[in-house]
């Protein structure tokens, strides 16, 4: 939501945007590299959790600049974005009452998911329950979640398999790689070769669409 390097204010605000800079902002820390500004982590986290609704258990996503929210809930991709950055935080930062808060955040939003319907959805929620899994072992109904969002997509791959289209629906569309990076990162997490067998050959078979000539 900018033009080049200008805010690009007649969009307004998002939470996939703040949740990709949280992401970031987690990873640099734990990388050991120079960390963003100190008043820029809190913000982005502070994003989110206004964009949580308790009543219904879903994010919003897209707001005006005039700070008014302009939906009820976001899309199913932008809360699974949302979880995503919320298992990063509980596992990666630096602050513990933030790993705390992100934990807190990402139980009360995790349910919804498993009525999901959206394949990315499903990614962008498994590489969030990899890292909040690992942070918070003793939450057996997340790992179960994560099992099941997992199954969902290997069970489109193999259906996809079987026409020789190696991908988890009929078409390419955006993010397509993090779909390959959710059954490998589950497979690491949760020591399953098959999710990881089945994520590289994805990914392999991605690569190889894309430089086709």
């Given at each position: 939501h900018a033009i080049?390097?200008?805010?690009?204010?007649?969009?307004?605000?998002c939470i996939d945007?703040?949740?990709?800079?949280?992401i970031l902002?987690?990873?640099?820390?734990?990388?050991?590299?120079?960390?963003?500004?100190?008043?820029?982590?809190p913000r982005f986290a502070g994003f989110l959790q206004h964009a949580f609704n308790p009543a219904t258990g879903?994010?919003?996503?897209?707001?005006?600049?005039?700070?008014?929210?302009?939906?009820?809930?976001g899309s199913d991709d932008s809360h699974g974005r949302a979880l995503w950055a919320l298992g990063v935080c509980a596992a990666r930062t630096a602050d513990p009452p933030g790993r705390a808060w992100a934990a807190r955040l990402f139980r009360?939003?995790?349910?919804?998911v498993a009525g999901f319907l959206s394949p990315r959805a499903w990614g962008f929620t498994l590489l969030g329950l990899a890292e909040y899994?690992?942070?918070?072992?003793?939450?057996?109904?997340?790992?179960?979640?994560?099992?099941?969002?997992?199954?969902r997509l290997l069970a489109r791959l193999a259906a996809a398999?079987?026409?020789?289209?190696?991908?988890f629906e009929d078409?390419?569309?955006?993010?397509?790689?993090?779909?390959?990076?959710?059954?490998?990162?589950?497979?690491?997490?949760?020591?399953?070769?098959?999710?990881?067998?089945?994520?590289l050959a994805a990914l392999r078979w991605l690569v190889a669409m894309q430089t086709a000539p």
């Open positions: 080049h390097t200008v805010p690009d204010r007649n969009h307004g605000y945007d703040n949740a990709r800079a949280l902002a987690c990873m640099l820390t734990d990388a050991g590299e120079t960390a963003l500004p100190e008043a820029l982590p879903r994010f919003r996503n897209f707001m005006g600049f005039n700070r008014t929210w302009l939906e009820e809930q009360a939003g995790l349910p919804v899994c690992a942070a918070t072992p003793g939450d057996h109904d997340a790992a179960a979640l994560q099992h099941v969002l997992a199954d398999q079987a026409a020789g289209w190696i991908w078409r390419l569309a955006y993010d397509n790689a993090r779909l390959a990076q959710a059954l490998i990162a589950t497979g690491a997490a949760t020591g399953r070769r098959d999710l990881a067998t089945a994520g």
